[in-house]
């Protein structure tokens, strides 16, 4: 079946730096990829979504600059949380829909990234 | 606009024991309604869907639910629980028009032996 792959699936880094995070469709393009952020014990929270070949659209709150995200090809998109912050730290979680954008696609999830900013 | 509400955050049953988990929707176009279970430290698997058709859908590990219109409800349910199903369980419904899923806040369900 289909298969996100996320990568790292933790990371702690320093308060002041950079972390990327990949996500990746192994055996079906997605020209859409969604970036959720969950928090302890909470539901999970749309930050944005990536279009391949285009800006991504943020939801309400977001700060684009400090949550980059890209989208270079159908199979890999990026989220980058630039100059971390300890409220920051978050579990990130990408997903894509395996048939395209239409509404009712089930959405495929990766397995998520803990990040933890020290 | 579309939410889900996600009644009671934890549920406990004992193995063997019929488990119900129960959502209500708001949707102002016909829902497109989703049930994911995470196990921790993980992302989310689609347990089932409903878009439209047969109000009561069968999905992956016995569970099922129920698309009730006159209810603004889909519950999801599973004759007799396993260990296994320990897990937090999400509800969500999709955006009108577009496929972006608004999630409910969770609801943890436990098993006991």
């Known amino acids: 079946g289909a298969v996100v792959s996320q990568h790292p699936s933790w990371v702690i880094c320093k308060s002041g730096t950079s972390v990327k995070i990949e996500c990746r469709s192994l055996?079906?393009?997605?020209?859409?990829m969604f970036w959720y952020r969950q928090f302890p014990k909470q539901s999970l929270m749309l930050m944005a979504t990536?279009?391949?070949?285009?800006?991504?659209?943020?939801e309400q709150g977001v700060e684009k600059d400090k949550f980059l995200i890209n989208h270079a090809s159908l199979t890999l998109s990026t989220l980058t949380v630039t100059s971390a912050h300890p409220e920051d730290s978050s579990f990130y979680i990408c997903?894509?829909?395996?048939?395209?954008?239409?509404?009712?696609?089930?959405?495929?999830f990766g397995n998520g990234t803990r990040l933890t900013v020290t | 606009a579309q939410s889900v509400t996600q009644l009671g955050s934890h549920v406990s049953v004992s193995e063997g024991a019929l488990v119900l988990l129960r959502c209500n929707y708001s949707?102002?176009?016909?829902?497109?309604l989703f049930w994911y279970v995470q196990y921790p430290n993980q992302g989310l698997q689609l347990l089932l869907k409903?878009?439209?058709?047969?109000?009561l859908v069968k999905g992956i590990n016995g569970f099922e639910a129920e698309f009730k219109k006159s209810e603004t409800s889909f519950h999801l349910t599973k004759p007799s629980a396993h260990m296994s199903d320990a897990a937090e369980y999400f509800c969500?419904?999709?955006?009108?028009?577009?496929?972006?899923?608004?999630f409910g806040t969770g609801t943890r369900l436990q098993v006991f032996p």
């Open positions: 997903s894509a829909p395996i048939r395209g954008s239409n509404r009712g696609s089930p959405l495929h």
């Open positions: 055996d079906f393009q997605a020209t859409t």
């Open positions: 990536s279009n391949e070949g285009s800006k991504a659209t943020y």
């Open positions: 949707s102002s176009v016909p829902p497109y």
């Open positions: 409903y878009t439209t058709g047969a109000t």
């Open positions: 969500a419904v999709a955006l009108a028009y577009t496929d972006k899923l608004i």
